[in-house]
């Protein structure tokens, strides 16, 4: 079976390397790019054309819930997972689009679950 292809998008750099490090681990899913903000994930999720987007809810300018919305209208099968500090986000992410969501203080095996639950792909090796 092939790899999960993932985008990370998050504004804060030590955020999207620690999201990296935790997904290198496993072989079963291959990182194709980091976003800054959400244009970056747009045009990067459109070039890269990744089975899932790990999208930050709250950046500047374009936010998470605008980037999920235009994702999704533009390329439905690729799936958003919400990342957020704040429950009070999550609603929005959902009713944007996103398939998924998770607090940024899950863990390992948390994300990698809710990865393989909204792609749909075994990540048996990883979990």
Not at 15 to 29: A, E, M, T, Y
Request: glycine share 12%; with cysteine; net charge positive.
């Amino acid at each position: 079976m092939s790899k999960t292809r993932v985008l990370i998008v998050d504004d804060c750099v030590v955020v999207r390397d620690g999201l990296q490090s935790l997904l290198k681990g496993c072989p079963c899913i291959e990182v194709v790019g980091e976003a800054g903000g959400g244009r970056e994930a747009v045009v990067k999720a459109e070039k890269l054309q990744p089975n899932v987007v790990l999208l930050d809810a709250q950046m500047p300018g374009l936010d998470g819930t605008g980037a999920t919305r235009q994702i999704k209208e533009r390329w439905p099968h690729i799936k958003v997972l919400f990342l957020t500090v704040h429950s009070s986000y999550i609603d929005r992410g959902i009713a944007a689009g996103a398939d998924g969501h998770l607090m940024k203080d899950c863990t390992r095996q948390e994300l990698l679950g809710a990865i393989r639950e909204v792609s749909g792909r075994k990540l048996s090796k990883c979990v």
